[in-house]
């Protein structure tokens, strides 16, 4: 598999931590990518979205603008917007 960024804007990072945006549109995919580190991912909008792991096991997920939801590695999965508003995350990545 190519390497694919956890998310796909990396806004700051330093030794501890790193933050990324993702956005997606109705409909748009984010491609099968790795989590190596524990995160948080903190929803800013509304959004239904499905999640797909490598072995095409599928999560869908209702989330609500202020939900946080806590993600332990090794994690690989494709994230789909699946809804009708736009899918928009802060990923919060933790090192040790």
Known sequence: ???VA???????KNRRVRVWEMVLQPGETYPRHQHRHPYL??????ATVLLTDAEGR????KVRKGDVVWRAPPEDHSVRNVGRTRF???LVELYG
Not at 6 to 12: C, E, G, I, T, V
């Open 88 to 90: 928009r995350n802060r």
């Open 41 to 46: 991912s903190i929803m800013l909008e509304d």
């Open 58 to 61: 599928e999560e869908r997920l």
């Open 6 to 12: 956890p998310a796909q804007k990396l806004l700051m």
């Open 1 to 3: 598999m190519t390497a």
